[in-house]
């Protein structure tokens, strides 16, 4: 079974504009990340944020997590047409590396 | 430095039949993890590997068994194949059993079964 849900299920916008997505996750975690996948390949690791953390940026991304709430939300600044990809949280519960993943939001940015 | 690598790329099986996959880590990292992603879900994890020793395990049975050699690489099996099994499967590696440092994913392996 999958740890969140991610919301939403797709998403579709012009080049520039911003992108948000969230995801919401139901127990306990040591970190959640963000990671990237073209066209059902591999993943790509976007960000890292720990349990003691609010908010965190990289490049045009930043994401915060509100553990009282169990959510995270990644917000992509001036999309590009590059950017068209499947966004998905995973959530580590302890140290030991075993990822549990969201179902993904599917991004468009159309040119 | 060469990433993760997985072969084969794309495989085709039918049920019943028996496959085995492989996954090269990351150069300088020895522990690796297997995860299987169903079309339009998110990947799920199967198990992982450290010291030649699965430590940990997911929710699949045990169909589905792996080995890791003393190069760290690894090898996923699946007997008694199901359609069901029909995924893409993707390896990820990470230096430390415990630590706090990012996983490298591979490209994966796309299975059908016919």
């Known amino acids: 079974s999958q740890q969140g849900e991610e919301d939403p299920q797709a998403l579709s916008i012009q080049e520039g504009e911003n992108a948000t997505m969230n995801c919401s996750y139901k127990?306990?975690?040591?970190?959640l990340q963000w990671y990237r996948q073209n066209s059902g390949r591999g993943l790509v690791h976007l960000i890292l944020?720990?349990?003691?953390?609010r908010e965190k940026h990289s490049g045009r991304l930043r994401v915060t997590l509100d553990t009282s709430k169990k959510s995270s939300s990644l917000l992509i600044t001036a999309s590009r047409a590059a950017d068209t990809a499947s966004y998905f949280c995973?959530?580590?519960?302890?140290?030991?590396?075993?990822?549990?993943f969201g179902a993904g939001t599917i991004l468009r940015v159309k040119s | 430095d060469a990433g993760v690598t997985q072969s084969p790329t794309h495989l085709i099986k039918t049920r019943g039949q028996q496959v085995t996959l492989r996954c090269s880590p990351k150069?300088?990292?020895?522990?690796v993890s297997w995860y299987q992603q169903a079309l339009g879900q998110g990947p799920q994890f199967i198990f992982q590997?450290?010291?030649?020793?699965?430590?940990q395990r997911g929710n699949f049975p045990d169909r589905f068994s792996g080995h890791q050699f003393p190069n760290y690489s690894s090898e996923l099996n699946v007997n008694a194949l199901l359609l069901g099994d029909s995924a893409l499967y993707l390896c990820?590696?990470?230096?430390?059993?415990?630590?706090?440092?990012?996983?490298?994913f591979g490209p994966g392996t796309r299975l059908t079964v016919l």
């Open positions: 995973a959530t580590e519960r302890e140290y030991g590396n075993k990822l549990v």
């Open positions: 944020i720990r349990s003691n953390e």
């Open positions: 590997y450290y010291e030649e020793e699965e430590r």
């Open positions: 127990t306990s975690i040591n970190n």
């Open positions: 150069s300088g990292h020895d522990t």
């Open positions: 990820a590696s990470i230096w430390g059993f415990d630590s706090y440092n990012e996983q490298f």
